[in-house]
């Protein structure tokens, strides 16, 4: 028979995998916008990368909180997600409007998916389970569906090659989540 310990642990490293890996995803989001403004030029596009980012930050900052709340340290390949964020913004960010919201698209339908299932196996376990981290990725998920449809509204679509980059970004997205998750 499971102690009590042994049998919250898997629960508790479930719990704790989310938030990290959420926390990493939302720190690289923040920076893929970084790294695009640091290179977007067209009024239209800077603020809507802006307003997309502010969200990113109060994002990353629900996570930080839920980290400290958890006992969760950030994921050990941060520094790593750092670079590759950033680099992904300024190189779609150079290749103009379209390729940055072509960024978003693709990433935020991974998100979008991502997010949904987190919330379908807390609620498995119990509909109220952790119902703060439940909220917290209720209210991420609602943004990351604005994005997605605010790029989707500036045709990112049209930009050519757009299905050969939103399968190469999400098959590395699907990677970076899985790494993220266990260290
Ligand atoms: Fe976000
Ligand atoms: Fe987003």
Redesign the pocket.
């Known amino acids: 028979m499971k102690t009590p310990l042994e049998q919250t642990t898997p629960l508790s490293s479930l719990v704790k995998g989310m938030i990290r890996v959420n926390h990493a995803g939302e720190f690289s989001?923040k920076r893929i916008y970084e790294g695009q403004l640091s290179m977007l030029q067209d009024p239209h596009s800077r603020a809507l990368v802006q307003h997309?980012a502010a969200?990113?930050a109060v994002h990353l900052e629900k996570f930080s909180e839920l980290c400290d709340k958890h006992h969760v340290p950030p994921t050990k390949l941060l520094p790593l997600w750092d670079t590759i964020s950033y680099g992904l913004g300024v190189v779609s960010g150079a290749l103009g409007p379209k390729a940055a919201m072509a960024c978003t698209m693709a990433v935020?339908e991974v998100i979008e998916t991502h997010y949904e299932n987190q919330i379908k196996r807390l609620q498995d376990i119990q509909p109220s389970y952790e119902q703060t981290l439940q909220n917290t990725i209720g209210d991420c998920l609602a943004?990351?569906r604005d994005?997605h449809n605010l790029a989707k509204d500036e045709n990112a679509e049209d930009l050519l090659g757009f299905s050969f980059l939103k399968k190469s970004l999400q098959v590395a997205l699907k990677v970076a989540i899985g790494l993220s998750e266990r260290t």
């Open positions: 989001a997309m969200q990113e935020e943004d990351e994005h």
